[in-house]
């Protein structure tokens, strides 16, 4: 049988749906599954080890696309992003067995809905996710830590991503911790002048080297927000692809982040994740948090009901997170590691 996975949005919307791939494969063997995204995630998505195809979204036009998928003679879709257009293409399309959600205007070009609200926010986006798969037969346990992506470092990106570091002159002989400061806005952040002063406290206080991720365009205002520092710092914005950026992850001791795509993609490698989620309810920690037992996340101290998006922008409440708490956590991994090491 044939499966189609649509998942068009974001870098950590697209990962959290990964496990709907995995599921079919344990339930399905020989069953080829296509995973419909869009060209900033395909590179990633398209390692892992139950995805046999992506198709980027954003290359073709619509029209194109549906006959794209009509020459796959594809048996099922699995709309994990119902967007009008989302769900015109696979009808169009003409495949038999269409699942989305059943709450929409147009979820009637679902013929197979699922009924849950994820606006109510009360488990989280992976497991959402899962519930599509009930039409198939396929319970979801919901078991968050149960939950698998099939991606595993790979031996030539990790090669790739020791090169570039050596020709930055990282020290590879001591402990990396990433800090990626940027997000793509949807959850309000830690600034990145806490940021700033937490590179200040680790570059005092420990002998490791910090690498700075994010995109190209992020570049500029690392490099700026950084220039008057003390302390060396490895600005690699723009420097890596998705599948390098994971296996840098990988061999990374600590990775701190806010709510953001990166910030699963680490918890994915293995990696020690630190992260920060604000209480507003469609962006907190219940529905978006890093999927491992390696994490600690800090959400703000201030106590709030109801929280909003500008709520917590006009009480600051990120900010009321402690900088040099969020220090002494990433101290007590590397002291860690050092122990292990003995």
């Known amino acids: 049988m044939k499966f189609l ?50 198709i980027s979204i954003d290359k073709v036009g619509f029209f194109e696309l549906v006959e794209i998928l009509r020459r796959k003679k594809i048996d099922y879709a699995i709309v994990a992003r119902p967007t009008f257009r989302n769900a015109l293409v696979v009808f169009f399309a003409g495949i038999k067995i269409r699942i989305g959600t059943k709450y929409r205007a147009y979820s009637f070009l679902f013929n197979k809905r699922v009924a849950h609200h994820r606006k109510e926010s009360i488990k989280h986006e992976a497991l959402y996710n899962l519930d599509l798969l009930e039409p198939l037969g396929i319970k979801n346990e919901n078991n968050l830590l149960g939950i698998k992506f099939g991606l595993k470092p790979d031996e030539e990106f990790r090669r790739k991503v020791y090169n570039k570091l050596l020709k930055y002159n990282v020290d590879l002989s001591k402990p990396l911790i990433v800090l990626h400061i940027s ?3 949807s959850a309000v952040d830690w600034s990145y002048l806490n940021f700033k002063e937490l590179a200040r406290l680790i570059k005092q206080n420990l002998d490791v080297e910090i690498i700075l991720t ?54 994915i490698a293995n990696c020690w994740v630190i992260s920060f989620y604000p209480k507003i309810k469609v962006a907190s920690l219940i529905r978006w948090g890093p999927i491992t037992k390696k994490r600690i996340i800090f959400e703000p101290e201030i106590d709030c009901l109801d929280c909003t998006p500008e709520q917590c922008k006009r009480l600051n409440c990120m900010d009321s997170i402690d900088v040099f708490k969020v220090y002494k956590e990433i101290e007590k991994i590397i002291n860690l590691e050092f122990l292990k090491k003995i």
């Open 214 to 267: 994010g995109t190209q365009k992020d570049f500029l205002f690392l490099y700026e927000l950084f220039n008057d520092f003390d302390f060396k710092v490895h600005n690699f914005a723009g420097e890596l692809n998705l599948p390098e950026l994971f296996n840098l992850f990988s061999i990374a001791s600590v990775y701190v982040g806010n709510s953001t795509g990166p910030t699963h993609l680490a918890a």
């Open 5 to 54: 996975i649509v998942r068009t949005d974001r870098l950590g919307d697209a990962l959290l749906t990964l496990p709907i791939a995995v599921k079919i494969k344990d339930n399905y063997a020989d069953s080829k599954i296509y995973f419909l995204a869009n060209s900033y995630t395909a590179p990633i998505i398209s390692k892992s080890e139950a995805v046999d195809d992506v």
């Open 183 to 185: 997000s793509g806005g």
